[in-house]
Every structure is written in C-alpha cells, then in structure tokens.
C-alpha cells in the first residue's frame, strides 16, 4: 500500500531539515518502506482537506490505504511496530524505548519549542531579551540531565531504536543555538545519527523537496 507523507511545500528552514517531517521519513528510511510526499501550502493546510487530516492543520500527516495519521511520534511509533527495525522484539526493551519516544517529545522537546518561540515569536518584545536566559537555562537543564544519563553509551539502550531517532530529531533543533556544544557526549550521539545511511537519505530527499 502507498504511504503518504506531508510536508510544507517549502519549509521555512530551506531544507535544513528542521521541520517534522524528516523524522517520519527518516523512519520510513530505516525500516526501508517506499513513500511519497504531499507539499501544503500554509494556507492549504488550514483548509478542510488538510483539517480532515490533522484537524491542528499541521504537518506532518501519515496515509497509508485508510489509515489516516498525525503527530509525528504516533506516525513513527506505527512505522517502528509494523516494520523490522527500530523497536526490539523483547517486550520491556521494547517498552523502554517507547518511554524514551515519549521522553523526547514531552520532556525534552517542549522547553526547546520555548527557546525557539523566545528567538522568533517574542525576540521583538520588551521583555524578549530578559527572557532569554531564562529559557536557554531550562533548555540546558534538560539536556544536562539526558547528558548524565546517556554517559558515553552509543545508543539509548542496546541497538539503535525510535527512541534515539526522536530524541535525536529533537536535539537537532537545539544544534544551532550551541547548546549542545557543552555536551560532548550529546555532540558525538547526534553525530552518530546523523551518519547514518538512512538519516542521509532523509535529510538528502526532504533537501530536494525544499530546493526543488
Ligand atoms: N506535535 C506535532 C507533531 O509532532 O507532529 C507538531 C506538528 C508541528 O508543529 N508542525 C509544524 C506545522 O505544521 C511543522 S514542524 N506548523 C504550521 C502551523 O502550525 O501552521 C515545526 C517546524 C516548523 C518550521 C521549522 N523551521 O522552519 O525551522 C522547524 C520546525
């Protein structure tokens, strides 16, 4: 069956594959499925169509024959429990990287998200540069924890699972900011992902996408 994907017809990072829908490629490439990928216009994706889809008129979405998704870590979960790949078969591994899924979209994506609203939404406002701080500390707090807590393993817990694939998708967002620079060990994890074949072939396509 065709898998559908969405994607901003031309996302406002230029290919520099910030936008979520290179996480769910990403994952479609490491569990080697086919896909196709929808542009929307900003104002394409507040109309109904789109809405039909995931009713926040947000990219990414999933389609595949009926199957009709959206949230990118419910989209990658999907992929890594219908395909070989990315979620070990032993059921508490298996569980743990889910945790580690969930981890990264609400525990460590969230004060990013802030830093990132702190620079473009709220930059221009009296109280912008004050703020400032305050947000990059709470961002560095988190990432000192996962830090502490990924010491200088490879991966999470045993093979490369979803759960490096969204916690790094996650920390890339932070790459520019220097952040991660305190981090050696965070650097080298994200380094590591972003070697991978499947992660190239990810970034390479949603980059044609946003060039074309
Ligand atoms: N929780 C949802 C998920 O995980 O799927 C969040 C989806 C989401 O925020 N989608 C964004 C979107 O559709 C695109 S990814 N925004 C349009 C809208 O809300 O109207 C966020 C994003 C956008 C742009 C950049 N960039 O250019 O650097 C990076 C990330």
Redesign the pocket.
């Given at each position: 069956m065709t898998i559908t994907i969405t994607a901003?017809h031309r996302?406002?990072?230029g290919g520099?594959g910030?936008?979520?829908d290179t996480r769910v490629r990403w994952a479609l490439e490491e569990v080697g499925q086919p896909y196709e990928v929808r542009g929307v216009t900003?104002a394409a994706?507040k109309e109904p169509a789109h809405l039909a889809l995931n009713p926040?008129?947000?990219?990414?979405t999933y389609e595949e024959g009926g199957l009709v998704l959206?949230?990118?870590?419910a989209i990658v979960l999907h992929i890594a429990e219908r395909h070989t790949g990315l979620l070990p078969e032993e059921s508490d591994a298996r569980a743990r990287a889910i945790a580690w899924m969930f981890a990264a979209?609400n525990s460590v994506e969230p004060p990013i998200l802030e830093l990132e609203t702190a620079k473009f939404a709220d930059g221009d406002k009296p109280w912008g540069a004050d703020r400032m701080p305050l947000v990059r500390e709470r961002v560095r707090t988190r990432l000192k924890q996962f830090a502490a807590h990924l010491g200088e393993r490879p991966w999470l817990d045993g093979d490369f699972s979803a759960g490096d694939l969204m916690m790094v998708s996650v920390l890339l967002?932070v790459k520019s900011s220097g952040l991660l620079n305190d981090f050696p060990n965070l650097t080298a994890y994200v380094a590591r992902a972003e070697a991978r074949p499947a992660y190239k072939r990810a970034y390479d396509a949603q980059h044609a996408f946003n060039t074309r």
């Open positions: 901003f996302s406002p990072d520099r910030l936008a979520r900003f994706l926040f008129g947000q990219i990414p959206f949230e990118s870590g979209v967002r």
